[in-house]
């Protein structure tokens, strides 16, 4: 079993970066595939990227594609870096595990097994 923990979300001014991530306690992030969603407020809960347990496929949300990359630092911490934020990008960021996923990121919230607690992402304009 892996418990996700994200951390690094915060405040951050639109056209700005924010960089949260994502570590595992229990196994290690690498025996998962691991997915970024975000939740803002009054809407439901959405994918924007996934990375496959090697690391080496990667998924974006036609919406934020332009705008993030998610690299796999080590075994056990998967980075969402994100730029040209704007305030509609505000969000709780969740960073979620599926050990039933072989290798492609699942977009749905079905597929994911294991979740954090979330960290916010504000925008201000």
């Known amino acids: 079993q892996v418990q996700p923990v994200e951390f690094g979300g915060g405040l951050v001014q639109a056209g700005g970066s924010s960089r949260p991530s994502c570590a595992a306690l229990?196994?290690?992030?690498?025996?998962?595939?691991t997915g970024w969603f975000r939740q803002a407020p009054g809407k439901e809960r959405e994918f924007v990227a996934g990375i496959s347990r090697s690391g080496g496929s990667t998924y974006y949300a036609d919406a934020v594609k332009d705008q993030l990359t998610i690299p796999r630092n080590g075994k056990n911490t998967v980075r969402l870096q994100m730029s040209s934020l704007k305030p509609e990008d505000t969000a709780i960021y969740y960073c979620?595990?599926?050990?039933?996923?072989?290798?492609?990121?699942?977009?749905?919230?079905?597929?994911?097994?294991?979740w954090g607690q979330g960290t916010q992402v504000t925008v201000s304009s």
């Open positions: 229990g196994r290690t992030l690498n025996s998962n595939v």
């Open positions: 979620a595990a599926s050990p039933r996923l072989t290798e492609a990121p699942g977009t749905a919230l079905f597929e994911y097994d294991y």
